[in-house]
């Protein structure tokens, strides 16, 4: 994999360094001010402090201006409809050449950016991210901004040029073009024949199922979506006025690319290189997953082929750090101490009980906890992280590498570090009996965790002890034990094993209110896959669901205390106001959500949905685990993305945690894996006059955040195809094995169903089953009702058919096997229904951790399982 692009350092320039502020009210103060004003503000160039984005994409476009147009010589714009509209020539918006060859796709050039912001604010062109399915690659979708469903691109030549994952405009075709939700196309035949027989009105027509009753469904279904004159086989002449009474519910709405603002895609695909069709020597031909050659991944059957794949699709580089890099760093590690003149600047804390919980293979240590009981009955309660940002300084090869980065990627035979591992597991990791830089918290509480005195400081800690997750475990669930020395890890300063106990307790007891004061916040925990694997080769032997204990909470508790804390200080102090890096979580989107409560009304659950406290609520009602976990995979589909920002470019300065149900938040917990968390420690620096503001301005910090963004997204998507690529090794391993699914939805020809007890959501056809074709039966009955769908099996001992009858929250039993796509060289799991008279078989359960020997096994337990990593 090549290196990205390099940036010129100019370590002797500091950017703009200025102190003035902006209070959480300067929007209210000032009605006018707006993120666009930043442009003008602070114009390109030094003043954004020096840091190159250019190998990040084109970011130069993400803040809208105007190009002159006067240099325009193209003669080919063609006037659309009765509104001419002026072309852009902008260098990353150049129409592809005409080309003879009857293979080039002949696109649309783009529009003026001019009129397309016009057409944006009219509402009549929408701003977005495109996102290509990944099994349909003709398809693509873009976001609604207003919060209502997906906009549709179902065709290449409307994409026009656009990539995954380009920042685009799409103007909104008329409603004619739209297409048809295959559910509600019965629905639709019947409001034509309604609007033909001048029964249709501007109300809202009937489509109860007694009215409109349901027609077969067809065997088989042709893929491509229709639209009304595809569907309208009577060629009934529908005006525009008479399309409008059909209910918007019925369609989703189509668009098709008409300006490029940000090119973000990566250029870079995993694929195979074949023969050519004629058997040519001198070419091969590249058959890619996605994209274009870069260079060889290795043998397409091999673990590792594949997991270099699945990080090449997702941009992440894994190549070592380079020798500029490392030179940031003190390369005298085993001899480094912490330099003098730091003692006189921080808090010395080496002499409390300070220590580390963490699972018992991490190596990256960078939070700690202490407790201390008062005489008054309060307790002095700190969160002490890794001061990382000492090591990275700013405008340093060090800081530009961790910026494009920006976290750490867990994969589930090895994790792909920020930082380079003198950092990570030697300068910054709080490690036992070393001298280590922090940035504490200190709370002054009471027993009804209520905060009396809180202090952010610089520190110097000395940890006393590695917990892991299992020892904190111990201590809780065995209060009245008399713990032994060698119960528990090494530990040093002086302090005993009760005093270690008496503090677990103490944090826990304190933990339970905190959490209790939290009931509002809302945790869409998915089962989540780890793997115990053959030492030498790192084959997985079996698999084990995480579980989250006592002592996960516990912890939690406290690093969500701390994040929410340390982002209300720095909203609240008005001079760095302006550069504030926030982690908010919108609402979630109010179309999607009201979709998918009206499929879990369908069953006979119901949620209003107007907060994340009733949500939460709703959840903990539900006693049937498959219906709750289906429950839990619905709802987490449904919500936005928590991201970061600079806070002084959201706009209405709407900065809250939906999930969370607080106001402020942000990421301070977690430097040595994510660059935000280095970005708010060198804010709350300024806060306490360590260090200088942040140098980049406000715009910067904002693309840095959508990058981080990015990023974050990639990372998930690695971890999560990771764990699945080792799931299906698993499986080929073993041979074919059984498991109850819950239906999720139902379409005419196929299932969607979630394997609830890991996690893992499939798609099962039914053209492979022993039915008495063309006996089936789909129906979507009406919009506020979920489809169903009616399979009749033939038996042959006896000869009879039995009627089967699929619909969502059902529960049905499946045979899982791994299959390697030819086509791909991709492995891959799938599933097929089993009869309903088999024997139900939950032979799933063979594979997990306690069916197995424990010799020659190592326990890969990724250190992302935290339950509020995705927020």
Known sequence: ???????????????????????????????????????????????????????????????????????????????????PRPRS????????????????????????????????????????ILR?????????????????????????????????????AAEIKPKREWKIIPEYSNLVEQSIREIRSGKASDEKQDTSTENNPPKDSPSKRDNKRQTIATLNNENINLTNEMIEKIPDEYFQRTVKVVFLFRRRHTMKA?????????????????????????????????????????????????????????????????KWSIPEEEFSKRLDLRNQCIFTI??????????????????????????????????????????????????????VERVIPMLPRLLC?????????????????????NEAGEILNEQFTRSIIRSCAKLSYDHAQDIIDHPDKQFQIEDLPEITNNFTVNDIKRIVLQLYEISKVLRSKRAGALTLNQPKLQYNMKADSKIPLSFSIYQQKES??????????????????????????????????????????????????????EI????????????????????????????????????????SCVPSNNYSHYALNVEFYTHFTSPIRRYPDILVHRLLGATLDYNDNLYQTPRVLEQIAQLCNEKKINAKTCSERSAELYLAVLIREYGTISDEAVIVGVKDESLDIYLFRIGVPLRVGINNLPLDHPRTNYQKLSNTQSAELTIYWKQNDPPQTIKQILKPFDIINVDIMSEFDLNMKKLKLTAQLRHPNAEKLTTLANLCTSTLPENNITIQQRQDFDPYSEY
């Open 608 to 647: 209003e949905g107007k907060s994340s406290d009733e949500i939460a609520k709703a959840i903990r009602t539900i006693n049937n685990e498959s219906t709750q976990k289906l429950l839990i995979h619905l709802l987490a589909k449904s919500m936005q993305l928590a991201i970061y920002c600079c806070a």
């Open 1 to 83: 994999m090549s290196n990205a692009r390099r940036p010129n350092y100019n370590n002797n320039y500091r950017g703009n360094n200025t102190r003035g502020g902006r209070n959480p009210n300067y929007r209210q103060q000032n009605p006018n001010a707006n993120q666009q004003n930043y442009p003008d503000q602070y114009p390109p160039g030094p003043q954004d402090g020096g840091f190159d984005t250019s190998a990040w994409g084109n970011y130069n476009n993400y803040y809208p201006t105007q190009y002159n147009n006067n240099n325009n010589n193209n003669t080919n714009n063609q006037p659309r409809g009765n509104n």
């Open 552 to 605: 996960n909470r516990l912890v939690e508790e406290y690093m969500l205390l701390a994040n929410m804390q340390v982002a209300r200080k720095l909203c609240l102090t008005e001079r760095i106001f302006d550069k504030v890096i926030l982690r908010r979580h919108p609402p979630p989107n109010a179309t999607t959500l009201q979709n998918t409560l009206k499929i879990i009304k369908s069953v006979g659950i």
């Open 425 to 445: 597991d030697r300068l910054c990791s709080l490690n036992p009996n070393e001298d280590r830089l922090t940035y504490s918290v200190i709370w002054t509480m």
């Open 358 to 411: 963490d699972p018992a293979t991490a190596r990256d240590l960078d939070d700690a906890l202490s407790c201390e009981r008062l005489e008054n009955g309060h307790y002095k309660i700190g969160v002490h992280i890794a001061d990382v940002s000492y090591f990275v300084q700013e405008q340093t090869p060090l800081d530009n590498e961790a910026a494009q980065r920006t976290t750490s990627v867990y994969l």
């Open 89 to 128: 020539n902008h260098q990353n918006n150049q129409p592809r050449q005409q080309n003879t060859n009857n293979l080039t796709l002949s696109c649309e050039e783009y529009l003026n950016e001019e009129q397309v912001l016009q057409d944006i604010t009219a509402k009549k062109t929408i701003r977005g």
């Open 270 to 334: 995993a694929g195979l290189l074949k023969k050519m069709p004629d058997n040519n020597p001198n070419f091969a031909l590249f058959s890619p997953m996605d994209r274009e050659l870069l260079e060889s991944l290795g043998d397409a059957d091999t673990l590792e082929g594949q997991s270099k794949a699945i990080l090449m699709e997702n941009d992440i580089r894994d190549e070592e750090f380079t020798d500029e890099v490392i030179k940031c760093l003190p390369l005298e590690k085993d």
């Open 132 to 168: 290509i399915n990944a099994k349909q690659y003709t398809d693509a979708f873009i976001s609604d901004p207003d919060g209502g469903p997906d906009f549709f691109i179902d065709n290449i030549r409307d994409r026009n040029r656009a990539l995954n994952l380009d920042e685009v």
